[in-house]
């Protein structure tokens, strides 16, 4: 039996009230699941809000016992009013800075999840990421679907890239994202057992589409709750304007709610280091 956490369950939720409870759960609005999510048939349990479904009806997703097993989660506690922002495939010489400046300008600090060919790219680029407070993190070397690479090429993606962060950030990030959120279980036993930390998302922005800053601020907006896990880019010749626009609007606004904006370490109170 498999158990999963759908955001469109707390969508009341109010950010005033903190309770002693921490889950985790498949994005509900991912654009790889989206579509998915909405054709399968849900038994709702009220009493702890889990989503429930049979094994033969799982298809591609995750079991919460993974959560349970491994270093592994798609949210934060639901007891502490805080969202993270996360930033995936970069970086690059357009978006990136523009994320920076305008995570300065609301003093946040973010995750930046980076692909070891564009590190190598843009190497002043991590430095700076680096040098102003933010948490990097590995997002494999080539942004290959890891559920169909075989396991010496998956550990090569994660120690390649590794070694390319540590040499420009000063330290080998403990925080895995992998693309497309797709991982097998043998990968996740693998990184768990190397002292690294697997993080997907709950809150999808869809930016890569290139929607407007309103449709994602929106978006944002409607589906966060304590805990959520935001994903954004910032793609090397992506469409995200409208992304980095977004960040005027949905910080001040969440923060109005009583969000505060953490990096993945400070939520889960742990290091930014594989040691």
Not at 262 to 271: A, D, G, H, K
């Amino acid at each position: 039996m498999y158990y999963f956490y759908s955001p469109q369950m707390f969508t009341p939720y109010q950010w005033g009230l903190e309770r002693n409870v921490s889950y985790a759960y498949m994005p509900y609005n991912s654009f790889y699941y989206g579509d998915y999510i909405n054709s399968l048939p849900y038994a709702y349990t009220p009493q702890n809000y889990e989503v429930q479904m049979k094994a033969d009806e799982r298809g591609s997703w995750t079991p919460f016992s993974w959560v349970e097993k491994y270093a592994y989660a798609f949210s934060g506690p639901y007891n502490k009013a805080e969202v993270a922002l996360t930033f995936d495939d970069g970086p690059d010489l357009e978006f990136t800075p523009k994320i920076l400046d305008k995570l300065k300008q609301h003093n946040v600090k973010a995750t930046f999840f980076l692909l070891g060919e564009n590190a190598e790219k843009f190497p002043n680029v991590v430095k700076r990421i680096a040098n102003e407070g933010h948490v990097i993190g590995n997002h494999t070397y080539s942004h290959p679907n890891l559920a169909k690479v075989n396991d010496a090429e998956y550990r090569n993606q994660i120690i390649k890239t590794e070694e390319i962060l540590n040499r420009l950030a000063g330290y080998a990030p403990k925080f895995i994202r992998p693309p497309y959120g797709e991982i097998l279980e043998d990968q996740l036993k693998w990184a768990t057992e190397q002292n690294f930390m697997i993080v997907q998302w709950s809150v999808d922005t869809v930016d890569w589409k290139g929607v407007s800053a309103d449709t994602i601020t929106n978006n944002v907006l409607g589906n966060s709750f304590p805990g959520s896990v935001i994903l954004q880019h910032s793609t090397p010749g992506g469409h995200l304007q409208g992304s980095v626009e977004a960040l005027d609007k949905m910080i001040p606004q969440l923060k109005t709610k009583g969000a505060r904006f953490v990096t993945l370490p400070s939520m889960f109170q742990t290091s930014k280091e594989r040691k």
